[in-house]
């Protein structure tokens, strides 16, 4: 396979440069993955009468090569990252093209499994070429639009699936195979219709865990346990609580998607120029009050609109997170960012893998007191978030350092 250099790399043709990688990648990922999550909830209550225990045992197996995310530092010192992420996205499609083929508790934790390593891996690869190809100005605008290519591949899908799975008497087992498919095959397109750009940072191929970031390592650990609870359950609740089909399960994905697909640049552009702390402090504010909203459907009876609105809300403040991504690309020694990706990732699973099966015991006797927990977990992101400075930077990783500064001179 033929190396560029990162910055000869402007000389190739605008669709074979790094960002043109990226954004390919970024809308052939959510094909596979957005489908397997927008059709999960009906298929495994149909098919396999999953209950609320059930679903929370099938996303602890889902986050588990999360938490194994690590592995990717072993990976990486015999596969080029490149190869590795693109090799982990067509594993993610092909697991997911046959997830009907097993209708079956087993059969659907063991096709979970080897998608969730595909998309784990892919994801861990993902974000650490998205820190070393992308320059630090550019980067909050273009991981943006980054999320907003990867909403508008997902909204054709989501179009197609509303629009014919009636028409066409779709089952589980087409879609999955196309949408799976058609996310293996761009990522062996990929594979070798690009050339391996190399970084001039090379990277260190060993753990590694900075004291210096230690407040990256926090927020990514709520992120994960946070966000754990609006996966498993919000779109579990739609269809458990309120009796939504697969194509009104998917409206309402595909209206998330639109409006995120639109949002996402300009909350790029916000974090560009509020900086990560006020986007952080904004974000983790807003998803406090919308987990208490929550709770409020169970505990006062709301209907199915507020909880509509609330679905598509928690949406476009988690694009916030990007925030995370860029504060760390801020503070980190160029070289850290493939090992510490891996790290990252692997800490933002710690409570994944667990969660979701204790949780799902929870949300048999009340599952207005999972979303509380959310809440509770959305304010502790908010205090945390108050600790990064305004300008962060290597020795200025969090107010802490910027205080010991003031104080010696």
Not at 35 to 60: C, K, P, Q, R, Y
Not at 172 to 186: D, E, M, R
Not at 316 to 334: C, E, G, H, V
Request: overall charge neutral.
């Amino acid at each position: 396979m033929k190396i560029v250099r990162l910055e000869d790399a402007r000389h190739l043709p605008l669709w074979r440069r790094p960002t043109s990688l990226l954004f390919v990648m970024a809308m052939a990922m959510p094909v596979a993955f957005a489908t397997w999550s927008a059709l999960l909830n009906n298929f495994v209550i149909e098919v396999a009468a999953f209950d609320g225990s059930d679903i929370g045992w099938l996303h602890t197996v889902r986050e588990i090569p999360g938490f194994f995310a690590i592995g990717v530092i072993a990976l990486i010192m015999f596969i080029r990252e490149q190869v590795l992420g693109l090799v982990a996205l067509a594993m993610l499609g092909a697991a997911t093209a046959v997830t009907a083929q097993f209708p079956s508790m087993a059969g659907i934790l063991t096709v979970t499994m080897l998608s969730s390593i595909g998309f784990h891996y892919y994801e861990t690869v993902n974000q650490s070429l998205q820190l070393q190809w992308i320059e630090k100005k550019r980067a909050p605008q273009t991981l943006g639009w980054l999320i907003s290519a990867g909403a508008g591949a997902t909204i054709v899908v989501y179009v197609l699936i509303v629009l014919s799975w009636d028409l066409l008497g779709l089952t589980y087992s087409i879609v999955y195979w196309l949408s799976g498919g058609f996310t293996a095959f761009v990522a062996l397109l990929c594979l070798f219709a690009y050339p391996q750009f190399e970084s001039p940072n090379p990277q260190l191929k060993t753990f590694v865990l900075r004291r210096r970031y230690w407040l990256y390592y926090a927020l990514q650990f709520m992120s994960g346990a946070r966000r754990q609870i609006f996966v498993v359950f919000a779109a579990f609740m739609m269809v458990e609580q309120f009796g939504l089909e697969v194509d009104e399960v998917t409206k309402l994905f595909l209206l998330t998607l639109v409006i995120n697909m639109i949002a996402a640049p300009f909350l790029g552009k916000l974090v560009a120029v509020f900086g990560e702390r006020r986007a952080l402090v904004f974000e983790y504010t807003g998803l406090c009050l919308i987990f208490f909203a929550y709770g409020g459907i169970y505990y006062f009876g709301w209907g199915v609109l507020l909880a509509t609105f609330l679905y598509v809300a928690n949406h476009i403040f988690f694009s916030l997170a990007l925030a995370i991504k860029t504060y760390f690309q801020k503070i980190a020694d160029p070289q850290d960012i493939a090992p510490t990706a891996a790290v990252a990732f692997t800490i933002n699973h710690i409570a994944a893998v667990f969660l979701p099966a204790l949780l799902g015991y929870i949300w048999l006797q009340s599952p207005g007191t999972v979303f509380l927990m959310a809440a509770g977990m959305a304010i502790i992101s908010l205090l945390l978030s108050l600790l990064i400075p305004r300008h962060p930077a290597p020795g200025h990783e969090t107010v802490f350092q910027f205080r010991l500064l003031a104080a010696a001179e």
